[in-house]
């Protein structure tokens, strides 16, 4: 298995719900990411969980919250967003942190906030 | 921290023309990988390349990390190579270059 999944695909939320976003790999891979990218610009860095631990927080405001309950599993809580909070959210998985050979991208959660 | 450019930014090709895209990167690195991202927003693995070169069909690419760049170069294009070209570079984790958006007509 060499995927990365992510679910939902599509998510339309308003601003006082709370979602989840979920993010499955099964390659043992150890180092988890997520990343937000508009429109017509690169995908950001928001977190990453080396050995399920948050190793990198790249300033995300506290109405994204992130949770790695296993070494297979990524969630990304989401919780009273803002309309500019609308964009794909990718997930990837390496090997390890800081050994990248075999980076793997997920399909993305494409999220509209109204 | 690493500054990362593409160019060109945007590519109109032919079917059949080949081309280069390039990467510039401001610091040393240990990981550099190029993506495509397809039209639905897929990002799609295509070399694992901080140094030397590869080859994978009509791709191949060619990491120089001294000089700190590295090249994409597309043969034959084909209409399904559409989409946007992005390198990754970085250490501690990845910064995503500007993009190469590349559009091939039937």
């Known amino acids: 298995d060499t995927e990365v999944t992510q679910t939902p695909k599509h998510l339309v939320m308003g601003m006082t719900n709370k979602k989840s976003l979920k993010c499955e790999q099964h390659m043992g891979h150890r180092a988890m990411y997520w990343y937000k990218q508009k429109a017509k610009k690169p995908p950001e860095l928001m977190f990453v969980?080396?050995?399920?631990?948050?190793?990198i927080n790249e300033s995300v405001p506290s109405r994204f919250s992130p949770e790695c309950p296993n070494s297979s599993l990524l969630n990304l809580h989401l919780h009273a967003l803002q309309p500019e909070d609308s964009a794909l959210y990718l997930c990837a998985s390496s090997q390890a942190p800081r050994d990248y050979y075999g980076y793997t991208f997920g399909s993305g959660t494409r999220l509209t906030v109204v | 921290g690493i500054q990362v450019e593409q160019s060109p930014p945007d590519l109109i090709l032919q079917e059949g023309a080949n081309s280069t895209l390039r990467c510039n990167f401001s610091d040393s690195v240990n990981n550099l990988q190029w993506f495509h991202q397809n039209p639905w927003g897929q990002l799609i693995n295509l070399f694992y390349?901080?140094?030397g070169t590869k080859q994978n069909g009509r791709l191949s690419a060619t990491t120089v990390a001294t000089e700190r760049y590295s090249l994409l170069y597309i043969s034959s294009s084909q209409t399904t190579d559409s989409g946007v070209y992005f390198c990754a570079v970085g250490t501690y984790k990845y910064i995503f270059g500007t993009g190469t958006r590349l559009k091939v007509l039937a």
């Open positions: 390349i901080p140094s």
């Open positions: 969980y080396s050995y399920e631990k948050l190793s």
